[in-house]
């Protein structure tokens, strides 16, 4: 079935960028997102980008999709303290909001 | 306009007990979805509906259930307890099941 993969932890410094990378096994996948999650929290809609794309920018964020190699990543730029959560990385798959998420990647960002 | 809202917030259940957990979806939104958050486990899916009707299902034992009303308000039901329910339970919607998948800010489970 399919899987979703991406590392668990990301320290960056504030100011610089983060790139959370993440992996899928199923190429018929249409649409791949991503999503934060803050303490005590549901999950926020950052973005999400159409399998036919390579890449999608959307003010800090930009989205980059390697079909091919089934890989996703996303960039945060000029990262803030408020960007500290756990990012999931999920994959449409089934229909119907049936999403497969990543175990999620906690970003920590310091001064 | 008004997120998706998911009550109570908090529940405390012992094994055996039954419990359900109830969503409104974002208005005009006609589909609902319903996930399970556990540490272990991570994001899984319970099912999905619209216009009252089930159209997709995870892989999860029949004591997990659910509805949608009329009015896309949806509820799901969990009988018979057990620790292993112990989660944050999501909901989610959508227009029509497309690419926005919003999500509501969970009922955390606590079963004793």
């Known amino acids: 079935g399919e899987d979703v993969e991406q590392s668990l932890f990301l320290s960056v410094r504030e100011g610089d960028s983060s790139v959370i990378n993440c992996t899928y096994t199923?190429?018929?996948?249409?649409?791949l997102y991503w999503y934060k999650q803050e303490p005590g929290a549901g999950l926020q809609l950052l973005t999400y980008?159409?399998?036919?794309?390579d890449m999608k920018q959307d003010q800090r964020l930009t989205v980059l999709l390697n079909k091919k190699d089934k890989h996703l990543s996303l960039r945060i730029a000029d990262t803030q303290t408020g960007d500290s959560a756990i990012y999931f990385c999920a994959a449409d798959w089934g229909g119907y909001n049936k999403l497969i998420f990543g175990a999620g990647t906690r970003l920590a960002v310091h001064p | 306009k008004a997120g998706v809202t998911q009550t109570p917030r908090y529940l405390i259940k012992t094994r055996g007990q039954q419990v359900t957990l109830s969503c409104s979806p974002i208005s005009g939104h006609r589909s609902v979805s319903w996930y399970q958050q556990t540490p272990g486990q991570g994001l899984q899916f319970l099912f999905e509906y619209f216009s009252e009707t089930q159209r997709n299902k995870g892989n999860f034992p029949g004591r997990f259930s659910g509805r949608q009303f009329s009015n896309s308000r949806s509820e799901m039901n969990v009988s018979t307890l057990e620790l292993g329910d112990s989660a944050l339970y999501l909901c989610?919607?959508?227009?029509?099941?497309?690419?926005?998948?919003?999500f509501g800010s969970g009922t955390q489970l606590s079963v004793l």
């Open positions: 989610a919607s959508s227009l029509a099941g497309d690419e926005k998948l919003f």
């Open positions: 980008i159409f399998s036919n794309m």
């Open positions: 199923d190429s018929s996948s249409t649409y």
